[in-house]
C-alpha cells in the first residue's frame, strides 16, 4: 500500500513538471517572445537606461534592445499624436497612455520564449531627478495569464492563437510602476510595485533644465504638487482595446 502511494505521489510530481513545462513555454508557434515596454505619462518625463528577465531554473539573462526612443522619438512626445492614438482628445497629458505611443522593444537576438522569472527595469525620472530600479517576480498566476489563449483579433489569422507576451510598464513621477500584460488588442492590469532601489541622479538639475516642466509650461498645465487623482488614471483607446484585471483571468 506504501509502495503504490509513493508511486501515485511521483507520478504526480512528474505530471505537475511536465505541466508547468508546457506552461512556461507553450509549442504553439503563435506565441512570441516576450518583450518589455514602457508607457509614461507626458508631462512628466522619464527614461530607461536597461530592462531584462532573468530565469532563475534554466540560468540566462536576457537583454532588452535600448530604450532611446522612449522620449526622443518626437511622435512619442508629441502631444496630439498621443490624443489621436488614443482616440480621445481630451487627454491632457498627465495619465499613462497605453497604445502607439509606448515603446516596446524586442529581446537582443532572436529572444526567448520561455517566460522569466523576474525582470529589472532601470530608470531614470526627470521630475525627481532620481534613478530606480523595479524588480518585479513573474509569478505562476502571471506566467499563466500569458500562456491563456485569445482567439486572434485580425481577420488575417482567423482561426489561430493570440498570446499576451507584452510587459508594458506604467511609469509613475514618484518611482511606483504599475505592470500591464499587452497582447490580442487586450491590456491585463497586474498591479503597482514599488521602486526596489532610489538614487539622486548624476549631473545638474533644474526646473529651467526639466523636459517635465518644459512640457508642463507648453501645455499650460500644473504638476506641482503632483495631481494624483489625474496622474493615476489610465488612457487608451476603448473601441480597439479592452481592460481586465489578471484576477479575473487567472484565479488565485
Not at 83 to 110: A, W
Not at 174 to 195: A, D, M, R, S
Request: hydrophobic share 35%; net charge positive.
Amino acid at each position: 500500500m506504501k509502495r503504490s502511494y509513493r508511486a501515485v505521489l511521483i507520478l504526480l510530481a512528474l505530471v505537475s513538471t511536465i505541466s508547468c513545462a508546457q506552461q512556461i513555454n507553450p509549442e504553439d508557434d503563435n506565441f512570441r517572445p516576450w518583450r518589455i515596454g514602457v508607457a509614461i505619462p507626458w508631462t512628466y518625463v522619464s527614461g530607461v537606461s536597461q530592462a531584462y528577465g532573468i530565469s532563475e531554473a534554466e540560468n540566462w539573462t536576457s537583454m532588452m534592445l535600448p530604450y532611446g526612443q522612449l522620449v526622443l522619438s518626437e511622435s512619442r512626445r508629441d502631444i496630439n499624436k498621443i490624443r489621436h492614438s488614443l482616440n480621445d482628445k481630451s487627454y491632457e497629458g498627465y495619465g499613462i497612455p497605453l497604445g502607439p505611443s509606448n515603446f516596446i522593444p524586442n529581446q537582443v537576438g532572436t529572444g526567448k520564449k520561455t517566460l522569466p522569472d523576474e525582470l529589472y527595469i532601470y530608470w531614470n525620472s526627470d521630475f525627481t531627478h532620481t534613478s530606480y530600479a523595479t524588480v518585479v517576480k513573474v509569478t505562476p498566476q502571471i506566467k499563466s495569464a500569458m500562456i491563456k489563449a485569445y482567439p486572434h483579433p485580425s481577420w488575417r489569422f482567423k482561426g489561430q492563437n493570440c498570446y499576451q507576451t507584452d510587459f508594458v510598464f506604467g511609469l509613475l513621477p514618484n518611482g511606483k510602476t504599475k505592470l500591464w500584460l499587452k497582447g490580442c488588442q487586450i491590456y491585463t492590469y497586474v498591479g503597482e510595485f514599488e521602486p526596489t532601489k532610489a538614487v539622486p541622479s548624476s549631473g545638474s538639475w533644474s526646473k529651467d533644465t526639466s523636459s517635465s516642466y518644459y512640457s508642463a509650461k507648453k501645455e499650460r498645465l500644473k504638476i506641482e504638487p503632483i495631481p494624483w487623482d489625474k496622474v493615476n488614471q489610465v488612457w487608451y483607446d476603448k473601441e480597439k482595446y479592452t481592460m481586465q484585471n489578471i484576477d479575473d483571468v487567472v484565479k488565485l
